[in-house]
């Protein structure tokens, strides 16, 4: 009997293959896909993402091929949030399609020992006491958790009887990566009553064009996305006609909105956009999902190995069930804005724009927002405030908290270890903090008030 069957090899299934792995938990991926998709979805990387990496010696791979970005759009608005001033050795997005990523992470996974196996598509899920039982393309395998990564449409998810309850799409996107004879300048966001887009450059030659226009707002699927439609909606929102002379790829996507109502069933558990469904705003869905995988593989790890009971796992829907909802906030927020073509809508984005450059306390708090940096988990009950929140990269003589992560273990940090200079207010009064695999706060304490028997011993 495998320890864990993960069912999906995308960014969040290969993450916690790879955390299984590192605490010595044998883990055994299946994806139905026989080829890794050569289309990205997503193209960047946030911050707390990048800061997982470090937490395991990875982040270097990741810097070395992908492009630094210090700002970021909210809702497609014309002000950008500058992540330059946050608390993160990480102050960027990193732009690298998906599929590099998802490379780069089944390699980590695999280095770590994880089995990847293609080809495989599950078909049933059962569970009893002993564990749980997978059915795919004949095959039965046997393990003792499984955890579902299959996207959206997750099998997983629906066989162990897991409700995904929300709304459906009213509002359709459309995405087209091309080469255009005459490319834009540079990166472009732009919006107004005809409809908003974005345009990027990918790779070489490649242009990513996407955006919304009046035309999606329908319930009904508007069909597969066509070249002419394409051009003719870019030209349209942006009065510019770039000669598109090549195809890669087209895509439609809608709005609806779905959580799954609860993140573990017995056995079974979810993770990533089996967990949660949104409009692809800001690229937070790949980026979540690798949060997700996070939280849960330390303690899904600690139960296989015999070291705590079954209740830890408890605590992966108590602390990332808030923050898919926060998600799924935050991006219906964002397609508001996306799509506020009246002239009402095009008064209320400006009004935000300008907040955005001339209130910097706002466009910190989004940028902590959309760069999940403000992820904070629910603390016990006369606990310090600092206990759940994420913890800061302290540098010490020799190296640095995330360095001392790299085993996926729990760290006692000594702030009188910290290098001078390194202080932050929050932090003043604590001696010690132990801090979790995922880098959040688990427990604080704090220096011993001086006595007057202190002071005259």
């Known amino acids: 009997m495998e ?21 010595g938990v044998g883990v055994t991926v299946l994806e139905a896909r026989r080829e890794r998709d050569p289309h990205s979805k997503a193209l960047t990387l946030h911050p707390r993402t990048l800061e997982l990496l470090a937490c395991r010696g990875l982040a270097e791979r990741f810097l070395a091929e992908g492009l630094p970005i210090p700002k970021s759009h909210f809702g497609g608005l014309e002000e950008r949030l500058d992540f330059g001033v946050l608390d993160t050795p990480f102050p960027f997005t990193l732009f690298l399609p998906q599929a590099r990523t998802e490379e780069l992470l089944e390699r980590h996974a695999v280095e770590a020992g994880a089995r990847v196996r293609r080809g495989v598509r599950v078909a049933g899920v059962d569970q009893d006491a002993e564990g749980v039982t997978v059915e795919a393309d004949g095959e039965v395998f046997r393990a003792r958790y499984v955890v579902g990564c299959d996207g959206v449409r997750s099998t997983v998810r629906a066989a162990a009887g897991i409700d995904f309850p929300g709304t459906e799409a009213n509002t359709w996107g459309w995405l ?14 732009t919006s107004g009553p005809r409809g908003g887009m974005i345009g990027v450059p990918v790779a070489g030659e490649v242009w990513r064009f996407v955006g919304v ?34 195809v890669r790829w087209l895509s439609r996507f809608g709005n609806a909105t779905r959580q799954a109502a609860r993140y573990r069933a017995g056995r079974v558990l979810v993770a990533g956009d089996a967990a949660h469904q949104h409009f692809p705003t800001g690229g937070v869905g790949l ?15 600690a139960v296989v190995r015999g070291e705590v009971g079954e209740d830890l796992l408890d605590s992966y829907h108590d602390e990332r069930h808030p923050v898919g909802a926060q998600l799924l906030r935050v991006t219906r927020a964002q ?29 910190r708090a989004l940028a902590e927002e959309v ?31 995330f360095t001392r992560l790299r085993g996926g273990r729990h760290v006692l940090l000594d702030l009188d ?4 200079g390194e202080a932050r207010e929050d932090w003043a009064g604590v001696a010690t903090a132990l801090i979790r695999p995922d880098g959040h706060v688990a427990r604080v304490d704090l220096r011993r008030p001086v006595t007057g028997a202190d002071e005259a011993a």
């Open 287 to 301: 980026n979540t999902g690798v949060q997700d995988a996070a939280n849960l593989g330390w303690k899904l790890a």
């Open 176 to 189: 087209g990566d091309v080469v255009p004879e005459r490319p834009p300048a540079g990166p472009l966001i």
């Open 213 to 246: 226009d009046p035309s999606g707002l329908r319930a009904d699927h508007p069909g597969e996305l066509t070249t002419e439609e394409l051009c003719a909606a870019v030209t349209r929102i942006t009065g510019a006609d770039f000669g598109v002379r090549e």
């Open 335 to 363: 397609t508001a804005l996306m799509t506020a073509w009246s002239g009402e809508g095009q008064a209320l984005r400006a009004l935000l724009s300008h907040a955005i450059a001339a209130v910097p306390a706002f466009s």
């Open 3 to 23: 320890d864990v069957i993960v069912v999906g090899a995308g960014p969040t299934g290969l993450w916690l293959a790879a955390e299984l792995r590192l605490a």
């Open 417 to 420: 270890e910290v290098r001078p």
């Open 371 to 401: 760069s999940a940096l403000a992820v904070a988990y629910p603390a016990p009950e006369g606990a310090h405030p600092l206990t759940g929140r994420r913890a800061p990269n302290f540098r010490f003589d020799d190296d640095d908290l």
